[in-house]
């Protein structure tokens, strides 16, 4: 069978540019190595002020390695703003697959004179490689002359050179730490269903970004737009040279590099690349709970119910798979979710603040009368095998079929799916949806898999009493950051090269799952636009969460879409949020959350994310749970959910997690308008909503592999407990003024690590940086929509000389479009609060707009008679607080 498919797809391969055209030589060099690689030559150089283009061509015999050399190459060189320098090196015939421009939509070429800019490219003409250097201190951040370039159909490899032991972050998806290894590492990039996250391998999404921290040098950043399943080695040379290797199974060289110089900087010209995040409604930040195996809508009623009797607030209830029948989307169970009952649950929810978000998977079950395949099958919507089957493989219902999600008919079939099914008229009313098992993972495990023969795992409902959940998400929406480029796409072009084993690449990317094939979706299918799901695997979830993206606009028109996706690419944060899969109750876990956040929020642009708070496979205890409940709370994404075989682990569970979480939500819900401002300004300017500690002490090398303590926002230190079962810690407090968040109390960082014994299980160390001022709700609330209606206060943690300065957003929540905004700067300088700024939000449906007091930190040395009537100074914390009532719609001063 193999000998086969490879026969015909050698038939196939004429008339392309590709320098070994004779099929035998393009299999067999079983001792090749690329030392023999000829590499290439740049001539017909050319110059302008903001680009420079050059032909390169195949500088000696092919060698084929892995697959033919392509002879003749085009490089591109951009300058396309001051702090953007983008290189691209394609197949000069452009048959070479390209990331479709609709999938991720490219920055323009702002045609910035080099001059101006920040970087500067270098050029060797033989052998062809080059540098790219920051001119302020000539500090060299990608030289490729070490290794020649390779590029081949189904290999291109490109190395460069780094400083001795880097600080070398990004490379997501992984549970890897977060400063990586830099000798004998490898990162695979190819989404794979990662059942407890695997180390060292590659997992659901793909995100081929790093960043380069140099301490006082500066931090850059390079982005790779290839989509196809790529290795990147990071080691060193046996002569000790360090160096970073690209090996990508197709596609092209398409880097941008990302000037900084501060780390924050290139969260933001990264967020300029791959396009700004979606903001996401308010109510995002309430707490969520979710688990698979609430068997009936009376079970999931239950947990709602015992929520409310703990007094802990739940915003969002979710059902995984449970409630669909037979596991198929959008179908509900008749007997254990009927649809009349559903509906009455998610009236409930709604009449009492609280919202409903429920699962759908991207395989569609095979079956004679059920509709959704019915229809998707009629409007070709379906990979198709040769002969024009439908392609099928195995998921939870049985045998399955994929919607193709570049197919024309493909958002009209899903948005009309999820209408129906989550009708607000008469299915399910739902917030949010949820998008699951898109890498996509398929149960057959190889090629020999018969999908006819395999039943899935469909639920049996007498001994087995497990919940499905499916959800719609109904019409087709508008791109709300619409395509930046003018250029369009040539119909022939990008598509891939024909000839390709389009199953096994000869050059190994270390999939964790198998063959390029394995247990998903096999690589040979074609998609609509003539690609090859070889080249767009790694895209599979990021389709499949902009098409539902838009079809949960069109059934919720002008509301601010909450998409949840396992999978996804570089650029996913502008339709949908992310949770870190399938992680398990264990400590480790627990840890591993933090370093995922740190490094999805601040580099890849994110930051609606967070794992499965407690834990989601294996049974979780009280002490972790609590301790997670903590942790989790100062986290984007909060959400408890649990696997089908695990112990039930809602906080009601066990009296720690109840004050835990009463705790831990509470603190959460009084600082959510200032974690909304971060996220606010991350979807406006990319400045990252948590911070490495290093992205604010970029010199000082103790924070460099920092990966246990976080800043949410940028002004709180979240220094938990990391130890299995400790009740002590040991944290980083750098060089700076810092205020203990529960106390008060001023605690000057020396940059040295502190020690905290006694933390118990319902403690977490929480410190506010000197020289910022936090909007906080003076109480919690039940759900987010009460919360609106308390009042501000606001905390103010002057730094060494007495000032400090914060900034607070506010808008209605749930619109996309807001025309009623407010956007304050406040400033604290020794003595005296500013508030100013624009003032829109009028405070809608009474919620209040009002500061009712002003609470400064630091104040030991105040004079007492100094203070205004309306002051009061507290000698336990030091802090002043003055009381008052200033309403939030004019600029205003206050002096304590
Ligand atoms: C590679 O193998 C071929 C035969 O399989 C042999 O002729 C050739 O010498 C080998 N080359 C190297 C560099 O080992
Ligand atoms: C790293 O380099 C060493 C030689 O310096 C080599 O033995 C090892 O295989 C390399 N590891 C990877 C992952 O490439
Ligand atoms: C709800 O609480 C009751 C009383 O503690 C308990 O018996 C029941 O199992 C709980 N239900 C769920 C779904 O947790
Ligand atoms: C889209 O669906 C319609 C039926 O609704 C069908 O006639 C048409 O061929 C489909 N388009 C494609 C490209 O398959
Ligand atoms: C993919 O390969 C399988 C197995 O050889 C074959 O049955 C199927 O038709 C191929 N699909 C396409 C689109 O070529
Ligand atoms: C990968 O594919 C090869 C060739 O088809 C096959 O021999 C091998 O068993 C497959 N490996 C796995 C892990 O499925
Ligand atoms: C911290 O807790 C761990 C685990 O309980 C214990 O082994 C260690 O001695 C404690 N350290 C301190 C400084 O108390
Ligand atoms: C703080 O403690 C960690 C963990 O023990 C250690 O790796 C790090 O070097 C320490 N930092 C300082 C500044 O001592
Ligand atoms: C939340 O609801 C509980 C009852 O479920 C009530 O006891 C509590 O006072 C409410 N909390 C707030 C802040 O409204």
Redesign the pocket.
């Known amino acids: 069978m193999r000998v086969q498919r490879l026969a015909l797809g050698l038939v196939a391969f004429t008339g392309f540019t590709i320098a070994a055209p004779a099929p035998l030589d393009l299999v067999v060099r079983d001792n090749f190595s690329t030392d023999n690689c000829p590499g290439y030559e740049a001539s017909n150089v050319e110059k302008t002020d903001s680009t420079i283009t050059a032909d390169l061509t195949l500088a000696g015999d092919a060698c084929n390695v892995y697959s033919p050399d392509i002879k003749d190459l085009r490089l591109v060189v951009e300058y396309q703003s001051k702090d953007r320098l983008h290189v691209k090196i394609f197949d000069k015939d452009e048959q070479v697959y390209q990331v479709q421009e609709e999938l991720v939509s490219r920055p323009q070429h702002g045609e910035t004179p080099s001059d101006d800019a920040l970087l500067e490219f270098e050029l060797v003409e033989k052998p062809f490689s080059f540098k790219i250097t920051r001119k302020e201190n000539d500090e060299v951040l990608f030289d490729t002359s070490g290794r020649q370039l390779i590029f081949e159909s189904q290999y291109v490899g490109l190395r460069t050179s780094l400083p001795k032991n880097p600080n070398i972050y990004g490379f997501g998806e992984h549970s890897d730490p977060f400063r990586l290894p830099n000798v004998d590492y490898h990162r695979t990039l190819y989404n794979a269903e990662s059942p407890n996250l695997p180390t060292n391998v590659n997992l659901y999404g793909s995100h081929p970004v790093y960043f380069d921290h140099r301490g006082d040098k500066g931090t850059h950043g390079v982005f790779m737009l290839n989509a196809n399943g790529m290795k990147v080695d990071l080691n060193v040379t046996e002569s000790g040279d360090q160096y970073l290797q690209y090996n990508a199974i197709g596609g092209i060289i398409d880097l941008y590099f990302l000037a900084g110089k501060q780390p924050a900087e290139v969260s933001k010209q990264y967020a300029d690349t791959v396009g700004y995040s979606a903001m996401f409604p308010y109510w995002t930040f309430g707490f969520h709970q979710c688990k698979y195996g609430y068997w009936d809508v009376n079970m999931v009623a239950e947990v709602v119910g015992n929520y409310s009797t703990a007094g802990i607030p739940l915003e969002v209830m979710w059902t995984d798979i449970d409630y669909m029948d037979g596991r198929q989307d959008f179908t509900t169970d008749p007997e254990r979710f009927p649809i009349a009952k559903m509906r009455e649950l998610v009236s409930t929810l709604h009449s009492r603040g609280q919202r409903y978000v429920l699962i759908l998977d991207p395989a569609i079950h095979f079956k004679e009368g059920y509709k959704p395949y019915e229809q998707g099958h009629e409007m070709g919507v379906f990979y198709k095998n040769e002969d024009g089957s439908d392609y099928l493989g195995v998921q939870w219902a049985g045998t399955m079929a994929w919607p193709d999600w570049l197919h024309p008919n493909t958002s009209k079939w899903w948005a009309e799916q999820i209408a129906t099914t989550f009708s607000a008229d008469n299915g399910i009313d739902l917030d949010g949806i949820w998008v699951d098992m898109n890498e996509a993972s398929n149960f057959c495990s190889d090629i020999d898999c018969n999908p006819l023969d395999d039943q899935g795992n469909p639920p049996k409902v007498e001994h087995d009493p497990r919940p499905n959940t499916g959800r719609p998400i109904p019409g087709f929406p508008e791109d709300f950051q619409p395509s930046r480029r003018s250029l369009t796409r040539r119909e022939d072009k990008y598509k891939g090269l024909p000839g390709r084993d389009l199953f096994v690449a000869k050059y190994d990317p270390v999939n964790q799952r198998g063959n390029l094939s394995g247990y998903t979706i096999w690589t040979n299918n074609t998609n609509a636009d003539g690609t090859k799901v070889y080249d767009t695997h790694n895209l599979h979830g990021h389709a499949m969460s902009r098409v539902t993206y838009d079809a949960m606009l069109a059934r919720r028109p002008g509301l601010r879409p909450m998409v949840l996706t396992r999978s996804t690419f570089a650029g996913s944060g502008r339709k949908a949020t992310h949770w870190f899969g399938d992680n398990a109750s264990i400590w480790e876990h627990y840890r591993l959350s933090i370093r995922q956040m740190l490094a999805w929020v601040s580099m890849h642009q994110m930051p609606m994310v967070g794992s499965d708070v407690c834990g989601f496979n294996a049974d979780a205890n009280e002490q972790m749970c609590a301790r997670w409940a903590l942790l989790g709370a100062f986290q984007p994404f909060y959400r408890n959910h649990a696997e089908i075989h695990a112990i039930q682990q809602e906080f009601y569970q066990w009296p720690l997690t109840i004050k835990a979480a009463k705790k831990a939500i509470d603190t959460r819900y009084k600082l959510i308008d200032y974690a909304y401002t971060a996220l606010y300004y991350q979807t406006t300017e990319g400045t990252p909503m948590i911070n490495p500690l290093f992205f604010l002490y970029p010199e000082d090398e103790?924070t460099f592999g920092i990966q246990d303590q976080w800043f949410y926002g940028d002004a709180l230190l979240i220094s938990p407990v990391t130890t299995d079962w400790a009740e002590n810690v040991?944290f980083?407090m750098p060089k700076d003024t810092f205020y203990d968040y529960w106390t008060g109390q001023r605690v000057e960082g020396l940059?040295?690590?502190v020690t905290r014994t006694g933390v118990s299980w319902t403690d977490i160390p929480v410190h506010v940086r000197g020289g910022t001022i936090i909007p906080q709700r003076a109480n919690s609330a039940n759900t987010t929509a009460e919360l609106r209606k308390e009042n501000f206060v606001f905390i103010v943690a002057p730094d060494a000389n007495g000032k400090a300065k914060g900034r607070l957003y506010i808008d209605e929540g749930e619109k996309i479009e807001q025309k009623q905004t407010t956007e304050l700067d406040i400033t604290w300088d020794n003595g005296k609060i500013k508030v100013e700024g624009k003032w829109g939000y009028p405070g809608l449906n009474g919620e209040s707009i009002k500061i009712e007091s002003f609470k400064v930190l630091g104040q030991e040395d105040v004079q007492i008679g100094d203070l205004g009537e309306n002051s009061k100074f507290d000698s336990a914390s030091g802090s002043v607080t003055v009381q008052g009532s200033w309403n939030l719609d004019a600029d205003f001063e206050v002096h304590i």
């Open positions: 103790n040991t980083y940059g040295t690590n």
